[in-house]
């Protein structure tokens, strides 16, 4: 992992299972769905972080706000100062949007669990179902970080722009227009399918190997690289929700080091709901048409 752009921001397993006990140290396990992960058995120590209600304002379709924040930090006993290690489930999505939301209202020390809940547990380590409390702490709020997130209005501005590049991290079949959703999630209602004009589909799956841990680093680089993501060049990321985009963020910024990369959190969900905004699909024959 030293080869990477910020090594620091990545964790084994084995270094994990040495700190379980370090007071500087909140372990955060990041779940879409608590009842078949956390709720199931956990790292000794780890607190649950529960995507849909702790990291998302439902009311607004927002993340949470700046005090919404600064409550989910006091109530896990969490300084600015105290160092945040995360996984979860889902491959370490939900924990790389925490991640990203977090660095935006600007806590310094997050790392991630490189091969996340899945490799800690293929490894057979300690998993407890006992819930840690935390004496409350205070938690300062601070201004949020500008240019890691993206919104409708910047992407519609920077479509056909040389010096920027879209990376569509959804599947091939979800780029294509083929389906909206994949069939084992839940969709969040796209009227239309297919994908922004000018983005590269380069599926998230790809930054990672068969145990969920990092490519090395000169295998993302040419992954990137070689489809027109390069360093240069303003990067946004998009899927559907967030999730799989925040995921190939992180990738981006601190395993490569990309200087400008944000992630457009409202993704498909937004874009395909959205009147107007272009998107592109592969044209069909209409039903009936007779080949020319």
Same mark, same amino acid.
């Given at each position: 992992?030293?080869?990477?752009?910020?090594?620091?921001?990545?964790?084994?397993?084995?270094?994990?299972? $040495?700190?379980?006990?370090?007071?500087?140290? @909140?372990?955060?396990?990041?779940?879409?769905?608590?009842?078949?992960?956390?709720?199931? %058995?956990?790292?000794?120590? /780890?607190?649950?972080?529960?995507?849909?209600?702790?990291?998302?304002?439902?009311?607004?379709?927002?993340?949470?706000?700046?005090? $919404?924040?600064?409550?989910?930090?006091?109530?896990?006993?969490?300084?600015? $100062?105290?160092?945040?290690?995360?996984?979860?489930?889902?491959?370490?999505?939900?924990?790389?949007?925490?991640?990203?939301?977090?660095?935006?209202? %600007?806590?310094?020390?997050?790392?991630?669990?490189?091969?996340?809940?899945?490799?800690?547990?293929?490894?057979?380590?300690?998993?407890?179902?006992?819930?840690?409390?935390?004496?409350?702490?205070?938690?300062?709020?601070?201004?949020?970080?500008?240019?890691?997130?993206?919104?409708?209005?910047?992407? #519609?501005?920077?479509?056909? @722009?040389?010096?920027?590049?879209?990376?569509?991290?959804?599947?091939?079949?979800?780029?294509?227009?083929?389906?909206?959703?994949?069939?084992?999630?839940?969709?969040?209602?796209?009227?239309?399918? %297919?994908?922004?004009?000018?983005?590269?589909?380069?599926?998230?799956?790809?930054?990672?190997?068969?145990?969920?841990?990092?490519?090395?680093?000169? $295998?993302?680089?040419?992954?990137?690289?070689? @489809?027109?993501?390069?360093?240069?060049?303003?990067?946004?990321?998009?899927?559907?929700? %967030?999730? @799989?985009?925040?995921?190939?963020?992180?990738? #981006?910024?601190? #395993?490569?080091?990309?200087?400008?990369?944000?992630?457009?959190?409202?993704?498909?969900?937004?874009?395909?709901?959205?009147?107007?905004?272009?998107?592109?699909?592969?044209?069909?024959? /209409?039903?009936?048409?007779?080949?020319?």
């Amino acid at each position: 992992m030293t080869d990477y752009a910020h090594p620091e921001v990545l964790v084994s397993t084995e270094w994990l299972a $040495q700190h379980l006990e370090d007071p500087a140290v @909140r372990i955060l396990e990041v779940d879409w769905d608590p009842a078949s992960a956390y709720e199931l %058995g956990h790292l000794p120590g /780890a607190a649950l972080v529960d995507w849909q209600k702790d990291i998302n304002d439902t009311v607004r379709r927002d993340i949470l706000s700046r005090d $919404q924040f600064v409550s989910l930090m006091e109530r896990l006993g969490v300084t600015p $100062q105290t160092t945040l290690v995360l996984y979860g489930d889902m491959r370490n999505w939900f924990a790389a949007f925490a991640f990203w939301t977090f660095r935006i209202y %600007g806590h310094r020390d997050i790392r991630l669990v490189n091969g996340g809940r899945r490799k800690w547990f293929e490894e057979d380590r300690p998993v407890t179902e006992a819930v840690p409390v935390f004496p409350a702490a205070t938690y300062p709020a601070q201004e949020p970080t500008a240019g890691l997130r993206q919104f409708l209005p910047g992407v #519609l501005d920077i479509l056909g @722009r040389s010096d920027h590049g879209l990376v569509d991290v959804r599947s091939p079949a979800e780029f294509s227009g083929a389906i909206s959703a994949p069939p084992e999630y839940q969709n969040e209602g796209a009227r239309r399918s %297919g994908h922004i004009p000018g983005a590269v589909n380069i599926p998230w799956a790809q930054a990672i190997q068969e145990d969920d841990t990092f490519k090395p680093v000169e $295998q993302l680089r040419e992954l990137y690289q070689s @489809r027109g993501v390069t360093p240069d060049k303003t990067i946004v990321t998009y899927c559907r929700i %967030g999730e @799989r985009s925040s995921h190939t963020w992180f990738v #981006l910024t601190y #395993l490569l080091g990309y200087p400008r990369v944000a992630n457009y959190d409202g993704s498909w969900s937004e874009w395909g709901n959205s009147v107007g905004v272009p998107v592109e699909k592969p044209a069909t024959e /209409a039903p009936g048409s007779v080949p020319a």
